[in-house]
């Protein structure tokens, strides 16, 4: 049971959300410029599966399930490959640019001083511009603040992962912008 | 330096804010409902004082000498009365009410499931609400990114810790939302 009285029986982000509306308003709007919007080289797929990864280093069920489906379904694959990137990212069917902001992300999870130039390095060898390794940085950094938000006021996370699969089309449809998806 | 080309010579989350503006809009008006909105039975000077302690244990120079002047002028106290509650807020003159919230903060700062029902039942016991808590929550979570954002980027940090306590009256009177102050 959450922490504190949610009111709505709403799993996951969307409790604190429903029972803080001028917090939600800022969270949405950034997960909406981080992960929706197309303005943007990273594939929506790529972006959400850095906050799939950076979900399951810090060990939230929520989060990394309901972005785990939407990376799933940009990605059109199935759930083992996405578990696949998860558990050994290094060894999975994806490109040296992903896997190199991956590290990245990774080094952001741990704390940001985890973060090498060498990293950073690495990863314009493959490509990555300042804007792609602002918004790793940033987006894994994030993950970071909405795991802790999930996880530290003992939300509800439906333990049936179909459900979140279910749910990415809606929610790769309609974007984190509208608010009305947390009442 | 900074990993990347920031353009402006802006310290800390000033340079990646107006490297990306479009990200740096939620991320202010974010620390403007939790730190500087005036609808909250937290002053102003507890929540600050609450991001500048989990900014200590992230170790992010920048964002504990941001927020801990800020803190420091809402309180009224020098520096080492900061330095002190950073340090040992156990020991520290503050009530028992702040001490209890900063019990949570820190559990937040290791990890959402770090914060156990003990701490918030004890917070409870000195008037803590339930938006006290979920606000403590998300401000902790909130600077476990900023600070992450500063750290990962490798973001310039002035090291005379007066600058920060200067700046402090400023934005005490300006609060977050105006973006102007990040170009």
């Given at each position: 049971m959450a922490f504190i009285d949610l009111q709505k029986d709403l799993p996951g982000i969307r409790g604190p959300m429903a029972f803080r509306p001028e917090t939600a308003k800022p969270l949405n709007e950034l997960a909406e410029v981080l992960?929706?919007?197309?303005?943007?080289?990273?594939?929506r797929g790529e972006r959400e599966m850095i906050g799939a990864y950076v979900s399951s280093q810090n060990d939230c069920f929520y989060c990394q399930n309901v972005h785990g489906a939407l990376a799933q379904h940009y990605f059109q694959c199935d759930i083992p490959f996405i578990d696949a990137i998860k558990k050994d990212y290094q060894s999975a069917p994806i490109s040296d640019k992903l896997k190199a902001l991956l590290a990245i992300a990774g080094s952001v999870q741990k704390g940001?001083?985890?973060?090498t130039p060498e990293q950073v390095e690495h990863a314009r060898t493959f490509g990555a511009t300042d804007r792609e390794i602002h918004d790793t940085v940033l987006i894994a950094a994030a993950f970071c603040m909405f795991n802790r938000y999930v996880d530290g006021l003992n939300t509800r996370a439906p333990q049936d992962r179909q459900l979140y699969v279910d749910r990415a089309k809606i929610r790769a449809e309609e974007g984190y912008a509208d608010l009305n998806v947390y009442k």
């Open positions: 992960l929706h919007d197309d303005n943007n080289t990273l594939s940001g001083k985890y973060v």
